[in-house]
């Protein structure tokens, strides 16, 4: 425990008391989790499926290992040879991958300069060196002397997405040097320009999926965060050795769960339905940006954040402004310290608190002077 970081959210207190001492209340603009409904034939899965006495598999039902087959060749392009592991969401498989992997002192974890704590606290877990890497540059920039390297596109939080191009590059590099690639695409659904590709689709490893992993996650997608529902897929060498380790540990998705999912993986409306949603709040929100002197990253353009710079302003600086406004925002320099400069601004907020943000952000470029 003493090589974590600590936790960042701590520092938000004071902005947090600023902002609610607003008049008209605060717009909480940090949060990551969904705030609208699960869809009711999910809903209405999960209860069909209560009555569930048994110990579940680990690696879960046919009917699911179909389900997450399936999709995975209709929506991500990948129809190669992959084994699936059923998880209790996607944090666990990216915090404790490292550990699961074997990895320990002497080995390090390569994973973006702005990225998700949990990749730095996974390597910390496991004992091995944390290393930051630009996962948007030339693989063949980064150290060799790395055994994982995690990717994350599109990213959180700055929405950056890796092209076929870009991945077929890190797959060639990483053969090269014997690593292994896990990449956590749990944003995959919610792109706002083009799509972001897997890094098992068939066009990027050319049905190859030997050394490289993913990560998927329905939270996003389908409003199921609560339901802790995803999984990884890919070298069955790999992950082979993972399902009998977990085993061991009764890591097991509940089997109500999976059945919720079967229905999910299966329905493609509520997906779009509520990428929708998301897409209105996101232009409600740059609508706003301008007139605050705001700019919202030009490659950042899928995810559920816009990753949001003021000129020169810290990121501190930023988010204490936005506070005087009773609207808070993330730091960037929470993601690392290329962050340094940004501040995210989730999509996830109720409608409410989107459109009450958008009326004060105008007022911001007078704080930032």
Known sequence: ??????????????????????????????????????????????????????????????????????????????????????????????????????????????FPHVAYPTYDVGARLSGATPVLIDTDADPETWPTDVDLVWLNSPGNPNGHVLSREQLRAIVAWARANDVVVASDECYAELCWQGQAPSLLDDAVCDGDVRGLLMVYSLSKQSNLAGYRAAWLAGDPAIIRPVIELRKHLGFMMPGPVQHAMVAALADEEHVSSQREVYRRRRDVLLGALAEAGLVNDPASVAGLYLWVSAGGASSWDIVNACAELGIIVAPGIFYGEA????VRMSLTAPDVSIFEAAKRLPHLCDLLK
């Open 1 to 110: 425990m003493d090589s974590l970081p600590d936790f960042p959210w701590d520092t938000l207190v004071s902005a947090r008391g600023r902002a609610a001492k607003y008049p008209q209340g605060a717009c909480d603009l940090t949060i990551g989790t969904p705030v609208d409904d699960t869809p009711e034939m999910i809903q209405s899965a999960l209860a069909q499926a209560a009555n569930a006495h048994g110990y579940p598999t680990v690696v879960g039902t046919c009917d699911l290992q179909g389900a997450i087959r399936g999709w995975m060749a209709r929506r991500r392009s990948i129809t190669s040879d992959v084994a699936i592991l059923p998880t209790i969401g996607s944090k666990e498989m990216v915090g404790l991958l490292p550990s699961l992997l074997g990895l320990r002192q002497g080995n390090a974890v390569a």
């Open 339 to 342: 962050g340094e400069g940004y």
